[in-house]
Protein backbone atom coordinates (compact mmCIF):
# COMPACT_ATOMS: atom_id res chain seq x y z
CA UNK A 1 0.00 0.00 0.00
CA UNK A 2 0.80 3.86 0.53
CA UNK A 3 -1.19 5.58 3.01
CA UNK A 4 -0.03 9.12 3.84
CA UNK A 5 -1.37 10.99 6.20
CA UNK A 6 -1.56 14.99 7.18
CA UNK A 7 -2.47 16.03 10.25
CA UNK A 8 -4.21 18.44 11.35
CA UNK A 9 -7.44 18.13 8.80
CA UNK A 10 -8.81 21.48 10.15
CA UNK A 11 -7.39 24.18 12.01
CA UNK A 12 -8.79 27.76 13.00
CA UNK A 13 -5.93 30.26 13.77
CA UNK A 14 -5.79 34.26 14.25
CA UNK A 15 -3.85 36.30 12.24
CA UNK A 16 -0.45 36.59 12.60
CA UNK A 17 0.26 32.72 14.73
CA UNK A 18 2.19 30.04 13.14
CA UNK A 19 0.61 26.85 12.11
CA UNK A 20 2.24 23.51 11.58
CA UNK A 21 1.21 20.57 9.33
CA UNK A 22 2.82 17.62 9.14
CA UNK A 23 2.69 14.93 6.07
CA UNK A 24 3.90 11.36 6.92
CA UNK A 25 4.05 8.52 4.79
CA UNK A 26 3.12 5.53 6.78
CA UNK A 27 4.11 2.47 5.15
CA UNK A 28 6.70 3.30 2.48
CA UNK A 29 9.75 5.69 2.77
CA UNK A 30 9.52 9.00 1.11
CA UNK A 31 12.86 11.06 -0.26
CA UNK A 32 10.37 13.63 -1.73
CA UNK A 33 7.50 15.12 -0.37
CA UNK A 34 5.24 17.87 -2.28
CA UNK A 35 3.28 20.50 -0.71
CA UNK A 36 0.27 21.61 -2.58
CA UNK A 37 -2.08 24.60 -1.94
CA UNK A 38 -5.43 24.56 -3.62
CA UNK A 39 -8.48 27.09 -4.06
CA UNK A 40 -12.21 26.46 -4.26
CA UNK A 41 -12.67 24.83 -7.52
CA UNK A 42 -9.41 25.18 -9.00
CA UNK A 43 -6.67 22.48 -10.11
CA UNK A 44 -3.40 21.60 -7.78
CA UNK A 45 -0.77 24.40 -7.05
CA UNK A 46 2.83 23.04 -6.40
CA UNK A 47 4.09 24.98 -3.84
CA UNK A 48 7.78 23.17 -3.02
CA UNK A 49 9.53 19.97 -3.41
CA UNK A 50 10.51 18.98 0.24
CA UNK A 51 13.72 16.39 0.01
CA UNK A 52 14.96 14.36 3.17
CA UNK A 53 17.93 16.25 4.86
CA UNK A 54 18.18 19.18 2.25
CA UNK A 55 16.66 22.28 1.75
CA UNK A 56 13.20 22.53 -0.19
CA UNK A 57 13.22 23.73 -3.63
CA UNK A 58 10.21 26.63 -3.48
CA UNK A 59 8.01 27.21 -6.62
CA UNK A 60 8.35 30.90 -8.34
CA UNK A 61 6.41 33.25 -6.61
CA UNK A 62 6.06 31.19 -2.70
CA UNK A 63 7.51 33.08 -0.09
CA UNK A 64 10.03 30.05 1.61
CA UNK A 65 10.67 32.46 4.93
CA UNK A 66 6.58 32.42 4.91
CA UNK A 67 6.16 28.44 3.93
CA UNK A 68 8.78 26.59 6.24
CA UNK A 69 9.57 22.93 5.03
CA UNK A 70 11.19 20.81 6.89
CA UNK A 71 11.95 17.19 5.87
CA UNK A 72 13.95 15.49 8.67
CA UNK A 73 13.39 11.41 8.08
CA UNK A 74 11.99 9.68 5.31
CA UNK A 75 8.67 9.49 6.43
CA UNK A 76 7.79 13.15 7.66
CA UNK A 77 7.80 16.30 6.31
CA UNK A 78 6.52 19.94 7.84
CA UNK A 79 4.69 22.86 6.51
CA UNK A 80 4.94 25.75 9.04
CA UNK A 81 3.05 28.73 7.83
CA UNK A 82 4.60 31.48 9.68
CA UNK A 83 2.76 34.91 10.54
CA UNK A 84 -0.22 33.79 8.78
CA UNK A 85 -2.95 35.66 7.53
CA UNK A 86 -6.78 35.48 6.32
CA UNK A 87 -5.28 35.37 2.36
CA UNK A 88 -3.23 32.15 3.14
CA UNK A 89 -6.48 30.30 4.06
CA UNK A 90 -6.76 27.73 2.16
CA UNK A 91 -6.42 23.96 1.60
CA UNK A 92 -2.48 22.40 1.54
CA UNK A 93 -2.63 19.02 0.63
CA UNK A 94 0.99 16.96 0.51
CA UNK A 95 1.69 13.70 -1.31
CA UNK A 96 4.95 11.43 -0.86
CA UNK A 97 6.81 10.33 -4.03
CA UNK A 98 6.80 6.33 -3.94
CA UNK A 99 9.82 5.32 -5.72
CA UNK A 100 9.79 2.45 -8.15
CA UNK A 101 12.27 0.90 -10.31
CA UNK A 102 11.93 3.03 -13.05
CA UNK A 103 8.43 4.73 -12.09
CA UNK A 104 7.64 7.78 -9.45
CA UNK A 105 4.46 7.65 -8.08
CA UNK A 106 2.56 10.52 -5.90
CA UNK A 107 0.60 9.76 -3.33
CA UNK A 108 -1.39 12.37 -1.25
CA UNK A 109 -2.60 13.13 1.64
CA UNK A 110 -6.61 13.95 2.91
CA UNK A 111 -5.54 17.06 3.17
CA UNK A 112 -5.28 20.13 5.89
CA UNK A 113 -8.08 22.60 5.82
CA UNK A 114 -6.58 26.43 7.62
CA UNK A 115 -8.56 29.15 8.21
CA UNK A 116 -7.46 32.21 9.55
CA UNK A 117 -9.50 34.93 10.79
CA UNK B 1 7.48 23.78 -18.05
CA UNK B 2 5.36 21.33 -19.43
CA UNK B 3 1.76 22.22 -19.51
CA UNK B 4 -1.08 19.59 -19.80
CA UNK B 5 -4.57 20.44 -21.17
CA UNK B 6 -7.33 18.29 -19.63
CA UNK B 7 -10.50 18.40 -21.28
CA UNK B 8 -13.57 18.82 -20.57
CA UNK B 9 -13.32 20.93 -17.87
CA UNK B 10 -16.59 19.30 -16.73
CA UNK B 11 -19.52 17.25 -17.43
CA UNK B 12 -22.89 16.38 -16.41
CA UNK B 13 -23.97 13.33 -17.08
CA UNK B 14 -27.15 10.80 -16.52
CA UNK B 15 -26.28 7.62 -14.40
CA UNK B 16 -25.70 4.94 -16.23
CA UNK B 17 -23.79 6.42 -18.96
CA UNK B 18 -20.23 6.29 -20.11
CA UNK B 19 -17.66 8.95 -19.41
CA UNK B 20 -14.12 10.23 -21.92
CA UNK B 21 -11.82 12.60 -20.59
CA UNK B 22 -8.48 13.03 -21.60
CA UNK B 23 -5.04 15.13 -21.17
CA UNK B 24 -2.79 15.99 -23.51
CA UNK B 25 0.75 17.99 -23.88
CA UNK B 26 3.14 19.34 -26.28
CA UNK B 27 6.08 17.31 -24.25
CA UNK B 28 6.70 14.00 -23.49
CA UNK B 29 5.97 11.93 -19.96
CA UNK B 30 7.59 8.94 -18.25
CA UNK B 31 4.46 8.42 -16.33
CA UNK B 32 0.45 9.03 -16.55
CA UNK B 33 -1.34 8.96 -13.68
CA UNK B 34 -5.12 9.54 -12.85
CA UNK B 35 -6.76 11.02 -9.33
CA UNK B 36 -10.37 11.19 -8.42
CA UNK B 37 -10.52 14.24 -5.65
CA UNK B 38 -13.86 14.63 -3.88
CA UNK B 39 -14.71 17.37 -1.91
CA UNK B 40 -12.44 18.45 0.76
CA UNK B 41 -10.23 15.20 0.47
CA UNK B 42 -6.96 14.78 -1.04
CA UNK B 43 -6.69 13.45 -4.42
CA UNK B 44 -6.98 9.42 -4.90
CA UNK B 45 -4.51 7.84 -7.19
CA UNK B 46 -7.17 5.60 -9.52
CA UNK B 47 -4.91 4.42 -12.31
CA UNK B 48 -1.47 4.42 -13.12
CA UNK B 49 0.22 3.94 -16.21
CA UNK B 50 4.24 3.33 -17.26
CA UNK B 51 4.56 2.69 -20.55
CA UNK B 52 3.88 3.99 -23.84
CA UNK B 53 0.61 2.08 -25.30
CA UNK B 54 -0.51 0.52 -22.31
CA UNK B 55 -3.77 0.36 -21.68
CA UNK B 56 -5.23 -0.36 -17.92
CA UNK B 57 -8.17 -1.27 -16.39
CA UNK B 58 -9.83 -0.57 -12.58
CA UNK B 59 -12.97 -1.49 -12.06
CA UNK B 60 -15.27 0.63 -14.41
CA UNK B 61 -12.47 2.23 -15.00
CA UNK B 62 -9.86 2.14 -17.86
CA UNK B 63 -7.18 4.30 -18.75
CA UNK B 64 -4.32 4.41 -21.81
CA UNK B 65 -1.10 5.97 -21.73
CA UNK B 66 -0.81 7.30 -25.52
CA UNK B 67 1.75 6.14 -27.80
CA UNK B 68 3.38 9.19 -28.68
CA UNK B 69 3.38 9.94 -24.87
CA UNK B 70 2.31 13.26 -24.94
CA UNK B 71 -1.63 12.18 -24.13
CA UNK B 72 -3.56 9.80 -22.30
CA UNK B 73 -7.80 9.38 -21.50
CA UNK B 74 -9.43 7.48 -19.16
CA UNK B 75 -12.64 6.42 -19.36
CA UNK B 76 -15.20 5.50 -17.20
CA UNK B 77 -18.09 2.67 -17.77
CA UNK B 78 -21.60 3.17 -16.58
CA UNK B 79 -21.48 6.32 -14.30
CA UNK B 80 -22.89 5.57 -10.90
CA UNK B 81 -23.34 8.47 -8.59
CA UNK B 82 -20.88 7.92 -6.40
CA UNK B 83 -18.58 8.71 -9.14
CA UNK B 84 -19.23 12.28 -9.19
CA UNK B 85 -16.16 14.75 -8.02
CA UNK B 86 -12.90 16.16 -9.76
CA UNK B 87 -10.30 14.23 -12.17
CA UNK B 88 -7.15 14.66 -12.48
CA UNK B 89 -4.45 13.69 -14.30
CA UNK B 90 -0.88 14.13 -13.87
CA UNK B 91 2.22 13.66 -16.26
CA UNK B 92 5.49 12.70 -14.83
CA UNK B 93 9.30 12.88 -16.11
CA UNK B 94 11.16 10.76 -13.17
CA UNK B 95 12.89 13.58 -11.86
CA UNK B 96 10.52 14.84 -9.31
CA UNK B 97 9.01 16.91 -11.69
CA UNK B 98 4.85 15.99 -12.09
CA UNK B 99 2.37 17.97 -13.96
CA UNK B 100 -1.51 18.19 -13.43
CA UNK B 101 -4.16 19.13 -15.57
CA UNK B 102 -6.83 21.69 -14.46
CA UNK B 103 -9.32 18.95 -13.60
CA UNK B 104 -12.71 17.33 -14.66
CA UNK B 105 -15.65 18.20 -12.60
CA UNK B 106 -18.05 15.83 -12.63
CA UNK B 107 -21.54 15.80 -12.01
CA UNK B 108 -23.48 12.28 -12.30
CA UNK B 109 -27.31 12.94 -12.50
CA UNK B 110 -29.50 9.53 -10.78
Known amino acids: GAVVSQHPSRVICKSGTSVKIECRSL??????MFWYRQFPKQSLMLMAT?????????EQGVEKDKFLINHASLTLSTLTVTSAHPEDSSFYIC?????????????FGPGTRLTVL | GQQLNQSPQSMFIQEGEDVSMNCTSS?????WLWYKQDPGEGPVLLIALYKAGELTSNGRLTAQFGITRKDSFLNISASIPSDVGIYFC??????????FGAGTRLTVKP
Open chain 1, 50 to 58: SNEGSKATY
Open chain 1, 27 to 32: DFQATT
Open chain 2, 27 to 31: SIFNT
Open chain 1, 95 to 107: SAMKVAVSTDTQY
Open chain 2, 90 to 99: AGGTNNNDMR
